[in-house]
C-alpha cells in the first residue's frame, strides 16, 4: 500500500499542496485528476520521493520513501518529459538500469521492445518524441516495480499505442499486484483504464474512491411537469446545473439517486428518468462547484 497522510508542500510562500491524504492498494489504477497548476506532478514527485514533503509523511508499506533508497527503487517515476542518457540506445538504457535496480528484467524489456516494435540497438535521441514516450514505459515496466507513476504519459501517442499500452498496463497493474497512479488530462481515457479516481483542484483533494462511486455521488434527472415548474421550486433541489424548456427539465443534482428522485416526484411529474453522467461531465461540474469556470 502506498500511503499519503496529511501531506503538505509549499514553493517559498505559496502552498501548493495542502494535507493530501490517500491510501492507494495493489492491484488498482487511480487516475489523478486536475485543473492546470491543481498540484498533480507536486504530489506524483512526492510520491516518488524526488521532492520532500513539507509536512505529512508518505509510505510504502508504512516504510517512509523519502531518503529511503530500498523504498524509492520500488517506486518508478515517468515524468511527461522522457530522459535518457546521452547517444545511449534501448539496450544500453537497459544495461546502466540493471545496474542500479536489481529488479530490472532484461528478457522482459526485449518482448516489450518486440511488442511495441522499438529498436534496441538504435539512439534514443533519434527517435521521434512519442517513439521516445514508449521507451520511457517500456524501460519501467521492465524495472518491474510496485508502484508506477505516470505523469501524462500517454500524451504524444497515436491512439493505437496509447490502447496498446494502457492493457499493458492494466495486465500488469492486476497480474503483479502493482499500484498504479496515472495523472493527465484525457477524462475519456481515465474512465476507460481507472478503477479508482481523486479530483485535485488548487492544491487540495476534493474527492477520491471508487469510480463508480465517484461518478454516482451525482444523479441527473429528467422530467417534465404537468405545467411549468416554478424555478424556485427547482432551487429546492439544490442543483448544480438546471436546462429547461417549457415543461421539460433536466437538473443535476449531488445526493443519492433514491433521495434525488423522491423530491422530484413531489414536483408531481408527468414522467421521470434518471440519464448517465460521464467521468469528465462529473469532473467539470465539480470545477464549476469550485468557481474555476462557469
Known amino acids: 500500500m502506498l500511503r499519503i497522510t496529511e501531506a503538505g508542500k509549499s514553493f517559498g510562500s505559496r502552498e501548493v499542496l495542502h494535507d493530501i491524504g490517500l491510501q492507494l492498494e ?40 523519502w531518503e529511503n533508497p530500498e523504498t524509492k527503487a520500488q517506486i518508478c517515476y515517468l515524468s511527461d518529459d522522457p530522459a535518457f542518457l546521452n547517444a545511449a540506445t534501448i539496450r544500453e538504457m537497459g544495461a546502466f538500469q540493471r545496474a542500479w535496480y536489481p529488479t530490472h528484467d532484461g528478457k522482459r524489456l526485449s518482448e516489450l521492445c518486440e511488442r511495441f ?11 521521434s518524441k512519442g517513439t521516445q514516450k514508449r521507451v520511457q514505459v517500456c524501460l519501467a515496466l521492465a524495472r518491474r516495480p510496485r508502484v508506477l507513476l505516470c505523469d501524462e504519459t500517454f500524451d504524444g501517442l497515436d491512439p493505437v499505442m496509447r490502447e496498446a499500452f494502457r492493457r499493458t498496463i492494466s495486465e500488469e497493474t492486476w497480474d503483479r499486484g502493482m499500484v498504479t497512479v496515472l495523472a493527465g488530462h484525457s477524462l475519456q481515457e481515465m474512465e476507460d483504464i481507472c478503477d479508482q479516481v481523486g479530483f485535485l483542484h488548487e492544491g487540495r483533494l476534493l474527492t477520491a474512491g471508487d469510480m463508480d462511486t465517484v461518478v454516482s455521488g451525482m444523479i441527473r434527472v429528467q422530467f417534465a411537469g404537468r405545467e411549468e415548474i416554478p ?41 421521470c428518468e434518471t440519464l448517465p453522467l460521464s467521468l469528465e461531465e462529473v469532473f467539470i461540474l465539480e470545477m464549476e462547484e469550485q468557481g474555476y469556470a462557469k
Open 26 to 65: 495493489e492491484g488498482h489504477i487511480f487516475g489523478l485528476l486536475g485543473t492546470n497548476g491543481a498540484g498533480k506532478s507536486t504530489l506524483m514527485r512526492m510520491a516518488a520521493g524526488i521532492l520532500r514533503a513539507d509536512r505529512g509523511e508518505i509510505c510504502l508499506d508504512d516504510r517512509p520513501v
Open 231 to 271: 424555478g424556485e421550486k427547482l432551487a429546492e433541489l439544490h442543483p448544480l446545473r438546471v436546462q429547461r424548456q417549457g415543461r421539460l427539465c433536466v437538473l443535476t443534482v449531488r445526493g443519492e439517486r433514491e433521495s434525488v428522485l423522491k423530491s422530484v416526484q413531489a414536483l408531481e411529474p408527468e414522467f
Open 117 to 127: 516494435n522499438l529498436p534496441m540497438d538504435e539512439r534514443i535521441s533519434s527517435l
